[in-house]
């Protein structure tokens, strides 16, 4: 599985409602979409910032969507967006009708040259497998970055008030405008 995430910086006047309307209209085109497991259609007012978050069943699902006219058309509106990657050590959750997130956390830490990446991932995955059993928690996946040697943890919330402080070296709040239909325990 690899997890795809691209931020869109919108100008301080673009019409917030143009957003809102383009996933609308495009969400139908991913639901059910071959090798998506989860997509959320992230969005920051404060910071101005569209930035959609994938997980795909393996490489050539992400790769299909980025040589697809979906990416196409995305590129004709927005221009080309670098596109951050991450080999996801762990993925998991419940999305249903009675536990449908509306806020999104992304969570970036700088793994250290010395640090163990077979200690790093176990204790991950231990982490993550507590994470699932948080009240409010609907989606939680953990991937690693190789290029940039970070770890990234997104978790997507049923229940904002749930949301704990966290300790990483950077954390990204996002409202989750939609998730596709496909999207589900992967």
Request: hydrophobic share 35%.
């Given at each position: 599985m690899i997890a795809m995430q691209y931020t869109i910086r919108l100008a301080g006047d673009y019409d917030l409602q143009l957003v809102r309307e383009r996933v609308v209209r495009r969400k139908p085109l991913f639901d059910g979409l071959d090798g998506l497991l989860h997509k959320a259609y992230l969005?920051?007012?404060?910071?101005?910032?569209?930035?959609?978050?994938?997980?795909?069943?393996?490489?050539?699902?992400?790769?299909?969507?980025?040589?697809?006219?979906?990416?196409?058309?995305?590129?004709?509106?927005?221009?080309?967006?670098?596109?951050?990657?991450?080999?996801v050590i762990a993925c998991g959750g419940k999305l249903d009708e009675d536990h449908w997130p509306s806020v999104g956390v992304k969570e970036l830490d700088v793994i250290p040259a010395e640090?163990?990446?077979?200690?790093?991932?176990?204790?991950?995955?231990?982490?993550?497998?507590?994470?699932?059993?948080?009240?409010?928690?609907?989606?939680?996946?953990?991937?690693?970055?190789?290029?940039?040697?970070?770890?990234?943890?997104?978790?997507?919330?049923?229940?904002?008030?749930?949301?704990r402080d966290c300790d990483s070296d950077v954390a990204e709040k996002f409202d989750i405008l939609q998730i596709c239909r496909n999207c589900c325990a992967a």
């Open positions: 969005f920051s007012e404060n910071q101005m910032v569209y930035a959609p978050f994938y997980v795909w069943e393996n490489d050539e699902a992400g790769r299909a969507y980025l040589t697809s006219d979906l990416f196409r058309d995305l590129v004709d509106t927005f221009g080309r967006p670098r596109v951050r990657t991450w080999n640090q163990s990446l077979a200690e790093l991932t176990a204790v991950e995955t231990e982490r993550h497998n507590r994470a699932l059993a948080t009240k409010g928690l609907c989606f939680h996946v953990t991937g690693l970055d190789s290029d940039r040697w970070e770890l990234m943890r997104y978790s997507a919330w049923c229940d904002p008030s749930q949301i």
